[in-house]
């Protein structure tokens, strides 16, 4: 059963950026399908984006396309999310997720990080 924990969170200014990290616990990291979410304060939670196991697909959210990049780093069991162009609306909790299907739909994700708090002032 992986673990996935986030870094990288924190507070920046509308036009900056970030890179969250999200640590992964398992040795069969390859095999997963990752995905970024994200959650404000008094909406649901939402989907960013997700990466194919072998990194040769990705699926972004029309909210963050042009802005956000994943990636991942399968020789370190890591995954990431540059986030670019930042803007008020992007502040949320933002969480990485794992799944063992292949689809990249937002859907049927079965393992989750904690979350790390991303904070865009204006």
């Known amino acids: 059963q992986v673990q996935l924990a986030e870094s990288g969170g924190g507070l920046v200014q509308a036009g900056g950026s970030l890179r969250l990290s999200c640590a992964a616990s398992?040795?069969?990291?390859?095999?997963?399908?990752l995905g970024w979410f994200r959650q404000a304060p008094g909406k649901e939670r939402e989907f960013v984006a997700t990466i194919s196991r072998t990194a040769d697909n990705t699926y972004y959210a029309d909210s963050v396309k042009g802005r956000f990049t994943i990636s991942r780093d399968n020789a370190k069991n890591t995954f990431y999310l540059q986030m670019n162009s930042l803007k008020p609306e992007d502040t949320a909790v933002y969480y990485c997720?794992?799944?063992?299907?292949?689809?990249?739909?937002?859907?049927?994700?079965?393992?989750w990080g904690r979350g790390t708090q991303v904070t865009v002032s204006s």
């Open positions: 398992e040795r069969t990291f390859s095999t997963y399908v």
């Open positions: 997720a794992a799944k063992l299907t292949s689809s990249l739909l937002p859907r049927a994700f079965g393992y």
